[in-house]
């Protein structure tokens, strides 16, 4: 599959795929921050060494029965449009989609796999999978790991583990994320209880789109913040410990909320419903919180004859560069606003017909 088959494709296989505990945990991330010996970190390396961490990855690539079947891409390859693209699906930072001289992904078909090259570190390789998966994506991402490590001389301490440009990261090199859909939670009025109790368990919570960005539509992600002295299995099993009682809180808060006031809450996820399905000019933070609410129908069965997973697919699909991409053009706010309504009523009248037949 080339690039543009990847790029001009809906969705992604993590916005489509079904987890264990998805009605809350909506995708898991592993990220491993590495970095090559003798070549300083992206950020002081000069010209000649930044291609020559791009030459070296490339050759590992496709030198690799392991590696050969992803696709090595230069950054500077891609159009603005579809660097922004790749930032919405989670597969690309977005500083990695700025000043793209000497720097590439690697991505496999699927989107469960990506590697960002000359980023922060040297290699960041991420795995990306739906629910509460976050072993079995660390297991991927310790496979293609290895893969690498194979060809490129990783800069490693025997004391201190990974050396990385962060000195957060040092140690395993290791960020393990949840991705988790909390509306019960932040309705209730529990949710800053329950982000000062994961910080105390030394975990740290970001918005939808990592450090520095919001809780859009009621989507949170918990990571770990310390890599240093503890082995990848004990960081992970921390995480999904933690995740797990506030998964569970969630799900009391939304059962809490249905015996208190139900006639509330399926007025609530209805009227969300009903504009997504009639509205014609919708912004993107109004329209997440809309499919937040509806994906809270359909989870507590208020909602018939919708996917869950509509909620991972609208979420990036009606994100500014796909819109663009949709229609092949630039788009001001005002026309985005117009085809993302558009897009939504399509969507849920397409997933509607097809719960019915």
Not at 272 to 301: M, P
Request: proline fraction near 4%; aromatic fraction near 4%.
């Amino acid at each position: 599959m080339s690039l543009q088959d990847i790029v001009n494709r809906p969705v992604s296989q993590w916005m489509r795929g079904v987890g264990p505990d998805r009605d809350v945990a909506l995708g898991s991330r592993i990220r491993l921050a590495r970095n090559l010996t003798r070549i300083p970190f992206p950020g002081v390396a000069g010209d000649e060494q930044a291609a020559e961490v791009v030459r070296r990855v490339r050759a590992a690539v496709e030198q690799s029965p392991e590696l050969r079947h992803l696709n090595f891409v230069e950054i500077s390859s891609l159009s603005p449009l579809d660097r922004h693209l790749l930032v919405e699906r989670h597969l690309i930072s977005p500083r990695h989609a700025q000043d793209v001289k000497h720097k590439a992904v690697v991505l496999r078909d699927d989107e469960v796999v990506s590697v960002m090259v000359n980023e922060e570190d040297h290699v960041r390789i991420q795995v990306l999978m739906p629910g509460l998966q976050l072993i079995a994506a660390w297991e991927l991402a310790d496979k293609v790991d290895d893969a690498f490590e194979q060809h490129l001389p990783y800069a490693f301490h025997e004391e201190r583990g990974y050396l990385t440009a962060c000195p957060t990261n040092v140690g395993t090199g290791l960020r393990a994320s949840v991705m988790v859909h909390l509306p019960a939670l932040v309705s209730t009025d529990q949710i800053n209880r329950i982000i000062g109790a994961v910080g105390k368990f030394g975990l740290t919570v970001r918005g939808l789109y990592g450090e520095g960005t919001q809780a859009l539509g009621n989507i949170f992600q918990f990571s770990n913040q310390v890599t240093l002295g503890h082995a990848e299995m004990d960081i992970i099993q921390h995480l999904i410990n933690v995740t797990r009682q506030v998964i569970d809180q969630e799900r009391e808060a939304r059962q809490t909320m249905l015996k208190r006031s139900k006639t509330l809450l399926e007025d609530r996820v209805n009227r969300a419903y009903g504009i997504l399905a009639y509205a014609r000019v919708l912004s993107s933070q109004e329209a997440l919180q809309h499919l937040s609410d509806v994906r809270l129908g359909i989870d507590l069965g208020l909602i018939d004859g919708l996917k869950p997973e509509i909620l991972q697919e609208l979420l990036v699909a009606i994100r500014p560069a796909h819109l663009q991409k949709r229609v092949g053009r630039e788009l001001t706010p005002a026309e985005r606003d117009v085809l993302r309504a558009t897009l939504i009523r399509e969507r849920i009248a397409a997933a509607s017909k097809d719960g019915k037949q």
